[in-house]
């Protein structure tokens, strides 16, 4: 059973940084690929970031790319998402999701697991 508990969000100035942690419960981490989304107020779901099993492969949003580095421990059962040069725009609610199989990185169909969420505040 895969269980998801995401932490580390928090409110913070613009250009400050937070990292976001994901931890799962369950014995099973190691076997999914994993992905972090977000969601504004108002705004859909959308991919942030993802990262292979073995943290062999990640892949970014362009409007995260260099700013947000995804990165996993397998041993702590745990991802991350380290958030720098945070920008207004990047305030709203953050999800961890867990992924078995294939399919696209960015597409939420993918994902059978999905945290509860934890928000995220980039003052101006």
């Known amino acids: 059973q895969v269980q998801l508990v995401e932490s580390g969000g928090g409110l913070v100035q613009a250009g400050g940084s937070l990292r976001l942690s994901c931890a799962d419960s369950?014995?099973?981490?190691?076997?999914?690929?994993m992905g972090w989304f977000r969601q504004a107020p108002g705004k859909e779901r959308e991919f942030v970031a993802g990262?292979?099993?073995?943290?062999?492969?990640?892949y970014y949003a362009d409007s995260v790319k260099g700013r947000f580095t995804i990165s996993r421990d397998n041993a702590k059962n745990t991802v991350y998402l380290q958030m720098n040069s945070l920008k207004p725009e990047d305030t709203a609610v953050y999800y961890c999701?867990?992924?078995?199989?294939?399919?696209?990185?960015?597409?939420?169909?993918?994902?059978?697991?999905w945290g509860q969420g934890t928000q995220v505040t980039v003052s101006s």
């Open positions: 999701a867990a992924r078995y199989g294939g399919g696209s990185y960015g597409s939420q169909n993918a994902y059978q697991h």
């Open positions: 369950g014995r099973t981490f190691s076997w999914y690929a």
């Open positions: 990262i292979s099993w073995s943290a062999g492969n990640t």
